[in-house]
């Protein structure tokens, strides 16, 4: 898994590449650390490269989503595969998050 962030005005856009499995997810909190601390800005998860996610993983961006409104930050998820669309609205996360 990688995760690349770019910094523009207000917002953050975290890339993320490869598969966000549980091995992925412990990683992946370290590396998103810019986005759980940032506070009153736009945030942006790029899933255009994300193949898969897991359980770890769609609690990993449970995690971001609270902590996002909690500092006064909106989350945004982009460019969702199909399979992991299905998985999203499997579990009910398309009601949560703000899928672009």
């Given at each position: 898994?990688?995760i690349?962030?770019?910094?523009?005005?207000?917002?953050?856009?975290?890339?993320?590449?490869?598969?966000?499995?549980?091995?992925?997810?412990?990683?992946?909190?370290n590396?998103?650390?810019?986005?759980?601390?940032?506070?009153?800005?736009?945030?942006k998860l790029?899933?255009?490269?994300?193949?898969?996610?897991?359980?770890?993983?769609?609690?990993?961006?449970?995690?971001?989503?609270?902590?996002?409104?909690?500092n006064?930050?909106?989350?945004a998820?982009?460019d969702?595969?199909?399979?992991?669309?299905?998985?999203?609205k499997?579990?009910?996360?398309?009601?949560?998050?703000t899928?672009?």
């Open positions: 898994m990688k690349t962030i770019q910094k523009t005005d207000d917002q953050l856009t975290a890339r993320l590449e490869g598969e966000l499995d549980t091995l992925a997810a412990t990683q992946a909190q590396d998103l650390k810019p986005l759980f601390d940032a506070r009153d800005s736009s945030l790029d899933c255009t490269d994300l193949k898969y996610i897991s359980s770890s993983g769609l609690r990993l961006f449970l995690s971001l989503l609270k902590a996002a409104k909690a006064g930050s909106q989350l998820l982009t969702l595969n199909s399979d992991i669309t299905g998985v999203f499997l579990t009910g996360f398309d009601t949560l998050f899928i672009i």
